[in-house]
């Protein structure tokens, strides 16, 4: 029976409406299908997401690497398919917070249509990855392996969400051709490599459609930027901005959607993380012209950044020293003095152009470990 035959039947006693959304759904993500070339391709991508809609970096940097890896067809000769993780029914075909214009099919669709393809490649962030091995089973991926040349690559964009080791493991035993990329430089090591067993690839995570523009101290705004990440220092954190600096307006970003994301990062002054520390509301902020201000995880932030100024050992320091040192920066000297050195470090290390050359790499067997 075929998906879409199958997909009817289960919908067609919810009444003329669900019926009617369904077969709408269905013929957005045929469409898409069809214009990939999938359908006829000897080689087929497929970028894994959660059904849910939310904003994040990594999720804003997965979307990136699809739209990347579509210009890149000459190097892989394939067609690339965003899917949704399976085992969610999902009544919608695409992310309107992130990117509406992408349409996302369910993985079931896109394997039993792309019947020519011989050779699979499955991204799968790392934080979905037990859930997706669970709802597809091992058993059906050691088939794909054997009988589509299917390889499985995790896109760890947080190395504190990967599965335990005893899980990769077992996947490597399964799955021979497992391979990671990895999106911050402080565990695209040698050291990380063996420990996982499997061979690992440098891909910086880039997460904007458009190149940041860096706009002047004048031009911004008294926005304090403030990441979504849960923490037990976040209240005592904000209460104490909000009542030492009650000029500065917090704005939790929130299920907003990515392009009021990116206007915020550009006019806000200051950025704080509750997250990783090296993320987009740090990184962001800053390549923007603005500051941002994080404390040190030796996870993510490389030893560069140890001794910058709005980078702090600890949460207490933090507290102790954050409303003097906005007092200080809120000058046009001091805070272009302090944009600058940062902004060059990250540029050094993040950018279109390398995830660009890093993906090529990727696709190209060129490993950056090996």
Request: aromatic share 12%; proline share 6%; net charge positive.
């Amino acid at each position: 029976m075929s998906y879409s035959w199958s997909l009817m039947r289960k919908v067609v006693t919810r009444g003329p409406r669900a019926l009617c959304r369904r077969v709408w759904i269905l013929l957005m993500q045929s469409t898409a299908f069809l214009r990939a070339g999938a359908l006829w391709s000897r080689t087929l991508i497929l970028f894994i997401v959660p059904g849910e809609e939310f904003i994040g970096g990594g999720m804003f940097s997965i979307y990136n690497l699809y739209r990347m890896s579509i210009r890149m067809r000459e190097v892989h000769q394939g067609s690339v398919i965003m899917c949704f993780c399976p085992g969610r029914r999902l009544p919608r075909w695409r992310n309107t917070t992130i990117d509406s214009g992408i349409t996302i099919c369910p993985l079931e669709f896109a394997l039993r249509a792309s019947v020519r393809a011989r050779k699979l490649l499955i991204h799968v962030p790392e934080y979905l990855l037990q859930d997706f091995v669970e709802q597809v089973g091992m058993e059906k991926l050691e088939r794909l392996s054997k009988r589509r040349g299917m390889r499985l690559n995790i896109l760890n964009q947080n190395v504190t969400l990967m599965p335990p080791l005893p899980f990769i493991e077992k996947l490597r035993k399964a799955l021979p051709g497992v391979t990671c990329t990895c999106a911050h430089p402080s565990y695209s090591t040698l050291e990380y490599q063996q420990k996982l067993g499997v061979p690992v690839h440098h891909l910086p995570a880039w997460t904007y459609p458009r190149e940041p523009v860096v706009s002047a101290y004048e031009e911004k705004e008294n926005i304090f930027l403030v990441s979504p990440d849960r923490s037990e220092w976040r209240e005592p954190v904000l209460s104490l901005i909000g009542r030492e600096l009650p000029q500065f307006r917090i704005q939790v970003v929130f299920n907003m959607p990515f392009e009021e994301y990116l206007k915020l990062a550009q006019r806000a002054k200051f950025s704080l993380t509750f997250g990783e520390g090296l993320d987009d509301y740090f990184i962001g902020v800053f390549l923007r012209g603005g500051i941002g201000f994080a404390v040190y995880n030796e996870e993510f932030f490389t030893a560069q950044f140890h001794d910058a100024r709005t980078v702090y050992p600890d949460w207490e320091t933090l507290m102790r020293n954050l409303v003097s040192d906005v007092r200080f920066l809120d000058k046009k000297d001091a805070y272009e003095a302090i944009n600058a050195p940062v902004r060059a470090q990250l540029e050094s290390i993040w950018s279109s152009s390398r995830t660009i050359q890093h993906l090529r790499d990727f696709y190209e067997g060129k490993f950056s470990l090996l």
